[in-house]
């Protein structure tokens, strides 16, 4: 089967997710202002926490900028809302336990780890410029710098 992947120019595929707190998470409903959508493989392990803190701390500026942050991993809302609360993340969290998003945007992938291979999604973060333009893809994500470097490309939008 081949994997879908988005690209910087490509047009944003929208989404609409459960939120935390019995949201509902639409993309196109950013549309007029850029979003940061940054997918991320499981609530409470040590990177993905590392990533929410940095993106978390980093908020005050990214609103200054006027971009919008949307998390989303596979967990379901139950255990985002615990995972908000815990960190105080002041950004909103989709749950993409259908994995419909992970798949549109390309980071549902095969991974391995110690020789076993599974299903799981590949760190990855989107820019989508106010059009709903891809403007920035990382993938493969590194925590360390990550959110100052997405800052960085969001502010020069």
């Not at 549309?31 to 040590?46: A, E, I, L, Q, W």
């Not at 945007?105 to 990855?124: C, L, N």
Request: some cysteine; hydrophobic content about 40%; overall charge negative.
């Amino acid at each position: 089967m081949p994997m879908t992947t988005i690209d910087e120019g490509a047009s944003a595929p929208d989404f609409t997710l459960p939120g935390d707190n019995g949201t509902e998470i639409t993309l196109s409903a950013y549309r007029g202002r850029p979003v940061v959508v940054y997918f991320y493989p499981k609530d409470n392990t040590s990177g993905c926490t590392k990533e929410a803190i940095a993106f978390n701390e980093l908020s005050g500026e990214f609103d200054a900028a006027g971009v919008a942050l949307i998390g989303i991993s596979p967990d379901p809302v139950a255990s985002h809302d615990k995972f908000k609360a815990k960190f105080e993340l002041g950004f909103p969290l989709a749950a993409d336990t259908e994995k419909t998003a992970c798949e549109a945007y390309g980071v549902w992938v095969e991974k391995s780890m110690y020789g076993r291979k599974y299903m799981g999604v590949d760190r990855s973060t989107f820019l989508i410029d106010k059009d709903g333009t891809v403007a920035k893809v990382w993938r493969k994500v590194k925590v360390p710098g990550h959110a100052e470097a997405v800052l960085k490309a969001a502010q020069a939008l």
